[in-house]
């Protein structure tokens, strides 16, 4: 499905979120950057604007895998255009099979990425494996708004407007359909916690962005 989409994922992302998303990005970088981590892992990279933006804020050395050949294509062509001089490798990988030994990376994130998991605890534990001992984990995932008017607006934005718009610019309305039901189906939140929790993960938080609408998750390794 994301092979289908990759060429227009990043005008409809931005179109999409108002541009929000840009916003939630550097909120999370700005968190990843309070350890100072040189080696950063971005798991479901896409089209790597997270990874972009995290070497950016200074990291030495960004990994970011996609299990999408042509989101991954499309980020190494933003990377050969724009950021050629900066140290990231992009490479395909399974997100629940990383290819990694276990304690190589100081920290790891995962943007817009863990929702579509096939097996979400295998994933979380496979984060917590490949990152070293007193390394993070940063993730971004879409959450609910809890209060009227914005839990309705959020509603039928993600169920009507978003496939509609989406369907359009990407000829592929199944696409953002499944994006509203994959967002319906997260267990976020509170709930979210639990699975960093089982993961092994320790003193996990999560930070609510714009009413709600997404989360930063902050996961810890002792
Ligand atoms: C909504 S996109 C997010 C991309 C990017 N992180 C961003 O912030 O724009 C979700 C990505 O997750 C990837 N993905 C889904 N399941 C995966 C898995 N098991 N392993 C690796 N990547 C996966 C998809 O291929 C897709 O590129």
Redesign the pocket.
């Known amino acids: 499905?994301?092979?289908k989409i990759?060429k227009s994922?990043?005008l409809l992302?931005h179109l999409l979120s108002f541009g929000i998303?840009k916003r939630w990005?550097k909120k999370a970088v700005n968190i990843l950057q309070q350890n100072n981590p040189a080696k950063v892992l971005?798991?479901?990279?896409?089209?790597?604007?997270?990874?972009f933006s995290i070497s950016m804020s200074g990291v030495a050395e960004v990994v970011g895998?996609?299990?999408?050949e042509e989101?991954?294509n499309v980020a190494k062509s933003k990377f050969k255009q724009h950021y050629s001089d900066k140290n990231i490798i992009f490479k395909l990988?399974?997100?629940?099979k990383l290819p990694f030994d276990d304690n190589v990376f100081d920290a790891a994130t995962?943007?817009?990425?863990v929702?579509?998991?096939?097996n979400l605890e295998i994933?979380l534990k496979e984060l917590y494996r490949v990152i070293k001992p007193g390394g993070k984990t940063v993730i971004?995932e879409f959450s609910k708004p809890k209060h009227f008017p914005f839990r309705n607006i959020y509603h039928l934005y993600f169920k009507y407007f978003v496939p509609f718009i989406g369907g359009i610019i990407s000829k592929d309305k199944k696409a953002y359909r499944y994006?509203y039901h994959s967002v319906d189906n997260f267990p976020y939140g509170n709930n979210f916690i639990v699975k960093l929790d089982k993961a092994g993960f320790n003193n996990n938080k999560s930070i609510p962005l714009t009413f709600g609408i997404a989360s930063i998750y902050l996961a810890n390794k002792s």
């Open positions: 499905m994301f092979d990759a994922y990043d992302n998303d990005r971005d798991v479901a990279t896409g089209t790597g604007d997270f990874a895998v996609d299990l999408s989101m991954i990988a399974d997100a629940e995962v943007a817009f990425g929702r579509n998991y096939e994933g971004i994006l």
